[in-house]
Structures are given as structure tokens and as C-alpha cells.
């Protein structure tokens, strides 16, 4: 079993609509949790980070967690064009840093 | 500026031809990993390192090596490089295994 596992997509979503992401996890002694957005050959870049169970926003993000389910979600309001990427969930996994998903590839239709 | 840094960003090479990638950073953080990226297996960990002299395998560590001499560079080896070694590359640090990663660049390495 993968430790952090993502839907592979592509999510299409069309413009200002919700997008919903999520993530799960295997570790149960995570702590940690991350969003990045990846463009495609470039760097991932952090999008939010949540390390307590319940929702977290930062402007059209909001991060949510909950650790009973080892299930992390990133719900992004107002979907732009520009917001099409692909998204990597990645948690702590003890000593070794982050491990990562395979990334969700989102859409958003102009 | 805080940053991550790799060298070479592209590089094609033969195989058995040993190349080094390198990675620097200016952060003072203690961790630093090497990712490979490959096209629908998002990031796997090919090794990391908690401090200097202090370097550990992650997930797909066969036919790599690394080393930390020193706190900011963190080396990624290939002694033989294989074509299934042709990847996106991508070195990292953090200043703690819990905490965000920054990421250097990106090395697209082809073996042919």
C-alpha cells in the first residue's frame, strides 16, 4: 500500500466552480501535511500546509484534515484558468521528510 | 534569496558515463532529499540526509549514491548511469523531516 495515495485525474472543473482534492494516508503517526501545485516541468511550490484536524483557509484554499480517516483534502473556490496544474498531497513519514502522492492533474475550463 | 539550487538543469549522456548532480542550499536547514519524477508515479525519494555524514535510503535508492561533507551541498552520484535512470530530478531541503520542503529546480537527465 502506497503511503499517501491520490487520485491520478485529470479533474476538470470549469472556471469559478469548486475544485475538490483529497489525499489519503497510511502512517497513522503523521503529523504533517502538505499541498503543492506543480506546473508542468517545473518545481512543486507549497500551496497550504495543515497540521491540526479541521479546515485551514488561506485566500481561495481551504486545507482540510482529519486524522480519524488519514484523509487530507484541498478545495479550491473560484477555480481559475491559471489554477490547472497538478497537485501533490505529501505527509511526514517519520525520519525520511516528506513522502509524496502521485499527484491529482487538474483542469479548469476557461 | 532563499533558495534551493541544482546543476546541471538538462544533461543527456551515454550509458556507464558516472555524472554527478549537485545541490546547494543557503537556508542552514538540516534535511535534504533527492526525488525522482517520473510520468504518472509522482515523487519517489531516492535518498536523504538528516545532517552531514548522516545519509539514509528512501524508496528508490538502486544505482544512486550521495553524500554530505558539508551541511549545504547534498551531491546526487550515478556511477553507471542505465536509460531507466532518465528521469526529472529534483533535490529538496528542510529544516526538519515535518516541515516544508523546498525544492531546488529540476534536473531532466537523459541516459541513452
Known amino acids: 500500500q502506497k503511503e499517501v495515495e491520490q487520485n491520478s485525474g485529470p479533474l476538470s472543473v470549469p472556471e469559478g466552480a469548486i475544485a475538490s482534492l483529497n489525499c489519503t494516508y497510511s502512517d497513522r503517526g503523521s503529523q504533517s501535511f502538505f499541498w503543492y501545485r506543480q506546473y508542468s516541468g517545473k518545481s512543486p511550490e507549497l500551496i497550504m500546509f495543515?497540521?491540526?484536524?479541521g479546515d485551514k483557509e488561506d485566500g481561495r484554499f481551504t486545507a482540510q484534515l482529519n486524522k480519524a480517516s488519514q484523509y487530507v483534502s484541498l478545495l479550491i473556490r473560484d477555480s481559475q484558468p491559471s489554477d490547472s496544474a497538478t497537485y501533490l498531497c505529501a505527509s511526514d513519514t517519520g525520519r525520511r521528510a516528506l513522502t509524496f502522492g502521485s499527484g491529482t492533474r487538474l483542469q479548469v475550463q476557461p | 534569496e532563499a533558495q534551493v539550487t541544482q546543476n546541471p538543469r538538462y544533461l543527456i549522456t551515454v550509458t556507464g558515463k558516472k555524472l554527478t548532480v549537485t545541490c546547494s542550499q543557503n537556508?542552514?536547514?538540516?534535511?535534504m532529499s533527492w526525488y525522482r519524477q517520473d510520468p504518472g508515479l509522482g515523487l519517489r525519494q531516492i535518498y536523504y540526509?538528516?545532517?552531514?555524514?548522516?545519509?539514509d535510503k528512501g524508496d528508490v535508492p538502486e544505482g544512486y549514491k550521495v553524500s554530505r561533507k558539508e551541511k549545504r551541498n547534498f551531491p546526487l552520484i550515478l556511477e553507471s548511469p542505465s536509460p531507466n535512470q532518465t528521469s526529472l530530478y529534483f533535490c529538496a531541503s528542510s529544516f526538519s523531516e515535518n516541515t516544508e520542503a523546498f525544492f531546488g529546480q529540476g534536473t531532466r537527465l537523459t541516459v541513452v
Open positions: 495543515i497540521y491540526s484536524n
Open positions: 537556508m542552514n536547514h538540516e534535511y
Open positions: 540526509s538528516m545532517n552531514v555524514e548522516v545519509t
